[in-house]
């Protein structure tokens, strides 16, 4: 009975059903070039762009999940309302 709970973690741990950030080979494939030169400009400037449907704009204290997603577009916003990052994950 003792060894149940370790052994269920275990198993746990071997769900595959996130990408692992280790297979992705460093090449953008959301798009994110494209919105290169929003960085260090006012969020506000968000306001005129089309953004990808799958895409997430993220500002202090968000709540966001901790998936990993090479296809999808994140947006940083830092604390002074400028677009810090915009990267594929």
């Known amino acids: 009975m003792r060894f149940l709970l370790p ?3 275990l198993l746990a741990a071997c769900d595959d059903q996130f990408a692992d950030p280790a297979d992705f080979d460093g090449q ?3 798009g994110a070039e494209a919105y290169y030169s929003l ?3 006012k969020a506000s400037a968000l306001d005129n ?3 990808p449907k799958s895409s997430r ?3 202090p204290d968000d709540v ?5 997603s090479p296809d999808r577009l994140t ?3 830092d604390r002074s309302g400028l677009i810090s990052s915009v990267t594929c994950r």
């Open 57 to 59: 704009v993220l500002r």
């Open 64 to 68: 966001i999940t901790m998936d990993f």
């Open 28 to 30: 953008p494939r959301c």
């Open 49 to 51: 762009v089309d953004l």
């Open 39 to 41: 960085l260090g400009k």
């Open 75 to 77: 947006i940083d916003i």
């Open 7 to 9: 052994l269920l973690l």
